[in-house]
């Protein structure tokens, strides 16, 4: 199923999507103790995820008309930092160091984990802002997103599957000047409006795992990122394992996977975003994210 975040009267509440997508259910309407996305995630026991599933799949025609509410992203204001990979497709560890070899370049026998704040994740058609009093290269990058279900500490790989509560598109927004001058990453991927997130969480039920799911961008139409999650070089399974052997994810954790090639700064010469442009990143199963640069 496909859960979302949507304002209603100055409310913010978690909702299931109708199978038709066309309508959505509040999910305290189902008499679930839950508003937010966050609290459905840290408290939704299995038989009450059953009743979501339930309703989703026999409510085509009932709850309220999409249209009708505003979508915002899935996890509106995250509790913690989202936790990113970089660098982990081959094709894009290429163009990256193509681009700023003393910024990208050399071995790596483990993954990159940087941070980025989202003191609120941009929705489904709203603006990222350009930032242009800092930022001279505006660079997009779609990404798979894994929500962690539950506190999850030492797990192995194999058990990884099962602290996964579902997955969203995320759309790793870089300043790649700020980024580069900096020794580390944080600041230019953490810019206000930098994390489009949504435009649902599909749960996990409905994706095999490990993840084999295609990943696509478009910017103003034009096809940029065309790949899939099965050529991550550090899978789902890992990295939630290898993480958890030394912190906890606590329920709501979001881990953004990493890109594939065709960002903007893999052109040769760049192709960064300006305002007016408009990215839309896809994955399969999920849907897209559109959000035009102002
Ligand atoms: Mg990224």
Same mark, same amino acid.
């Given at each position: 199923m496909k859960l979302i975040t949507f304002e209603k009267d100055g409310r913010e509440l978690a909702g299931v999507l109708s199978r038709n997508e066309r309508f959505v259910l509040p @999910?305290?309407?189902?008499? #679930?103790?839950?508003?937010?996305m966050q609290e459905l995630i840290c408290g939704l026991t299995a038989a009450e995820r059953q009743l979501l599933s339930d309703a989703a799949a026999g409510? /085509?025609?009932? =709850?309220? *008309?999409? +249209?009708?509410v505003r979508l915002l992203a899935? %996890? *509106?204001? *995250?509790a913690q930092d989202v936790i990113c990979l970089g660098i982990n497709y081959m094709d894009h560890a290429d163009e990256a160091s193509r681009y700023k070899a003393d910024a990208f370049g050399g071995e790596r026998p483990y993954p990159i984990y940087f941070s980025k704040r989202v003191n609120r994740a941009v929705a489904d058609h709203e603006p990222i802002p350009a930032h242009e009093n800092l930022v001279d290269s505006l660079d997009y990058e779609c990404e798979l997103a894994v929500i962690i279900g539950r506190d999850t500490k030492n797990v192995s790989e194999e058990e990884a599957a099962d602290c996964i509560f579902g997955y969203t598109i995320l759309? /790793?927004?870089?300043a790649r000047n700020v980024q580069t001058r900096h020794k580390q990453w944080y600041f230019g991927k953490s810019l206000d409006g930098f994390t489009p997130m949504g435009p649902c969480i599909l749960t996990d /039920? +409905? @994706?095999?795992?490990p993840p084999k799911l295609s990943v696509r961008s478009r910017v103003n139409g034009e096809l940029r990122q065309n790949s899939t999650? +099965?050529? #991550? %070089?550090?899978g789902v399974a890992h990295v939630i394992s290898e993480l958890s052997s030394g912190m906890t994810l606590k329920a709501g954790t979001i881990i953004a996977t990493g890109t594939p090639a065709g @960002?903007?700064? =893999?052109?040769?010469?760049p192709r960064f975003l300006h305002p007016g442009d408009v990215v839309e990143c896809s994955i399969e199963g999920i849907g897209s994210l559109t959000n035009p640069v102002h």
């Open positions: @999910v305290s309407s189902l008499g #679930l103790p839950y508003e937010s409510q /085509d025609g009932q =709850g309220l *008309p999409v +249209e009708s899935p %996890i *509106p204001c *995250p759309n /790793d927004v870089s /039920d +409905e @994706v095999a795992f999650t +099965e050529l #991550l %070089i550090f @960002v903007g700064m =893999g052109f040769t010469p």
